[in-house]
């Protein structure tokens, strides 16, 4: 019993395997993972949140004291997460007792605690020092969030944040991270040919009920022009001049005399 805890608490695969989830080769590597900074770009029903969920609980588990938010852009997909990450604990039969267990939140006897909020800045002001922050969709919450998240992780010891998602257009934080974020960030893609569990007669019946575009954007990690945009995104991004001032509001107003 002992030698498999301890198997359990340095293999997050293992730990997941004994939840019954048996990982795919993608899926192996995020809960192995040490990076302090990640992109996971994955298809839609890939098994991100089933990963992510947990990939938390271990933390909670094997890493006392810890603390793990999970942010979402809104409190239905917070609480999807959530449920992820709690129905591993119950599966594995509550190893470490619930001081706490509401929809959005797991306090733990070793004092880790698994908290999920909608995520906007507002809401997650006040929580210092988590270890594991996990974005869900993160290609649709706003741009400001990631500004509030990170000043968090600054005294937490390798504290780690995932940013996980399926694309949402050329636009927003998440897309700039993913095309111009150096090497800061981790970066994972995982289209849905890769993941066993989808077949190929359901990925033909959506291809055929979707436009070309919109197949690529949800099954193939691909960033789509939005369909109203009169200049392609990279086409805008690329005429900026960083080196150049911003022209004045009295320039403009030259301008449209």
Not at 155 to 169: E, F, K, N, V
Request: net charge neutral; hydrophobic share 45%; aromatic share 8%.
């Amino acid at each position: 019993m002992i030698a498999a805890d301890l198997a359990m608490a340095l293999d997050p695969v293992t730990f997941s395997r004994r939840a019954g989830i048996v990982p795919d080769a993608w899926q192996a590597g995020i809960l192995r993972s040490t990076a302090p900074r990640t992109l996971l770009n994955a298809s839609r029903q890939s098994g991100k949140s089933t990963t992510t969920g947990t990939l938390a609980v271990h933390e909670a588990i094997y890493r006392p004291g810890s603390l793990t938010l999970m942010l979402s852009p809104g409190l239905r997909q917070s609480g999807e997460l959530f449920r992820k990450a709690v129905g591993v604990y119950r599966t594995l039969g509550r190893p470490v007792p619930a001081e706490a267990e509401t929809l959005l939140r797991l306090e733990l006897a070793n004092g880790s605690r698994i908290v999920s909020l909608p995520g906007s800045e507002d809401t997650i002001r006040g929580y210092s020092a988590p270890t594991l922050v996990l974005i869900d969709e993160a290609s649709r919450v706003e741009d400001d969030l990631l500004a509030a998240v990170t000043p968090m992780l600054a005294t937490a010891r390798d504290s780690r944040l995932i940013a996980l998602s399926s694309p949402a257009g050329k636009r927003g934080w998440w897309w700039q991270a993913w095309e111009r974020g150096g090497a800061i960030w981790h970066r994972v893609e995982v289209a849905a040919v890769d993941v066993p569990r989808i077949g190929p007669a359901f990925l033909a019946a959506e291809r055929a009920t979707m436009t070309a575009a919109q197949y690529r954007q949800e099954y193939e990690c691909s960033f789509e022009e939005a369909d109203a945009a009169v200049f392609a995104a990279d086409a805008i991004v690329n005429a900026i001049d960083p080196r150049r001032p911003a022209l004045g509001l009295e320039v403009f107003a030259r301008w449209t005399a």
